[in-house]
């Protein structure tokens, strides 16, 4: 009996002893090592944001993994260091199987091209609740969601155009009501925005784009998104991404211009012939519908959100570790390529 007494207190005893120091660190040590092992799951990892967060993640050296819809373009998109599944996600088991082993996902899901756009509601509504929804089952505690800038209800009724933005206010809903520890990334359109108007030395935008409009350079929001997943601090918040300046279309055009020693035309087109082409074929596929509803919002931005620009960009600055990229820079690198 004293025996067995003896091999009792000494079991306890070295049990504590383990304990104790595995709380010195602070985490328990296997607790810390079965995090490690875990990956980080990205929903629209190959997507023209997706795919930066992706590498900067794994400049991190962390375990990424994405879903995709095709392996192959994935693979050449991405390289061998990432786990590809494929599938896509509007599939309850597709999700559940990405979910497996996972210790944060990102979601940087988009439905806006022209093959689909009719699944929209499917792809950033219903697969988005879903994944929550098996998330909270896995118990996974982080959740970051990359949406649109800053999503205003009230513009969205004055231009009539809630179904742009409607999905991504009731998802943040959803996000910021839930006990994830999440995080809400407001994403501003990317440089490539002003670049896509742009052929040979003419600059042609429906609208003209003179609003001054917040952008930000690709690499800069997978750099801002990889830290923001990493880190456990801050739970409820909403951040807006933007690069140091607001530029509206004509100053984008000078700014080539001077870079480049040539001159680029700014050129406004009519922005009601988008819309009347859009209204036209919407029956049969309503992508270009809604792209005229971004051209709308961004030829529309308030200028008091524009006006911030400077302070949100500061806020970035003080808040993450990063060098950002600005527009002088993106027009260098693009040209010096080409040239
Ligand atoms: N790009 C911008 O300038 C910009 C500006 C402001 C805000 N944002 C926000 O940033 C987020 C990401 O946008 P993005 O422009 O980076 O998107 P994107 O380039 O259009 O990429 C879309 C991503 O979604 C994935 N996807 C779409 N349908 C899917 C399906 N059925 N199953 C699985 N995956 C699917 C695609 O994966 P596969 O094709 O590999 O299947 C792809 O990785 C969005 O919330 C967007 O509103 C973007």
């Known amino acids: 009996m004293f025996i067995i007494i003896i091999a009792w207190y000494f079991r306890l005893k070295i049990k504590n002893l383990c304990v104790d120091v595995e709380k010195m660190e602070g985490i328990p040590l296997k ?8 990956s980080i799951l990205i929903f629209g990892g190959t997507g023209h944001y997706g795919r930066h967060i992706v590498r900067k993640l794994l400049d991190k050296k962390e ?27 509007t599939s309850r088991n597709v999700i559940i199987r990405c979910l497996r082993n996972v210790k944060a996902i990102i979601i940087s ?9 009719k699944r929209i509601k499917q792809i950033e509504r219903d697969a988005i609740l879903i994944i929550m929804d098996e998330a909270k089952k896995s118990n996974i505690p982080r959740l970051v969601y990359v949406s649109g800038y800053d999503i205003r209800r ?6 009539k155009i809630m179904k742009f933005g409607e999905i991504k206010l009731e998802i943040e809903k959803k996000i910021a009501s839930s006990d994830f520890n999440s995080t809400i990334l407001g994403g501003s359109p990317s440089f490539e925005l002003f670049f896509v108007f742009l052929r040979g030395n003419k600059m042609a935008v429906p609208g003209g784009g003179l609003n001054p409009i917040p952008t930000i350079s690709a690499e800069d929001v997978g750099e801002i998104t990889a830290q923001t997943v990493i880190r456990n601090d801050l739970n409820g918040k909403r951040i807006r991404l933007t690069g140091p300046e607001a530029l509206s279309m004509p100053l984008a055009a000078k700014k080539i211009s001077d870079i480049t ?7 406004k087109i009519p922005l009601f012939l988008i819309k009347i082409i859009s209204i036209i074929i919407y029956p049969f596929n309503p992508f270009l519908r809604f792209i005229y509803w971004s051209l709308l919002m961004f030829n529309n931005f308030p200028s008091d959100l524009a006006e911030k620009v400077p302070e949100d960009h500061q806020f970035l600055l003080n808040t993450f570790s990063y060098t950002p990229v600005t527009f002088e820079m993106e027009i260098k690198r693009r040209f010096q390529k080409t040239s």
């Not at 899901?109 to 756009?117: C, F, G, N, P, V």
């Not at 020693?261 to 050129?267: A, V």
């Open 261 to 267: 020693n040539n001159r680029i035309k700014h050129i």
């Open 31 to 38: 607790k810390e090592n079965k995090i490690k092992n875990k």
């Open 154 to 159: 009230d513009f969205l009724e004055k231009f």
């Open 63 to 89: 375990k990424v993994r994405i879903l995709s819809r095709n392996m192959e373009t994935a693979k050449i998109i991405l390289g061998d260091a990432v786990e590809i599944i494929e599938g896509d996600v």
């Open 109 to 117: 899901l988009s439905a806006i091209s022209s093959k689909m756009i």
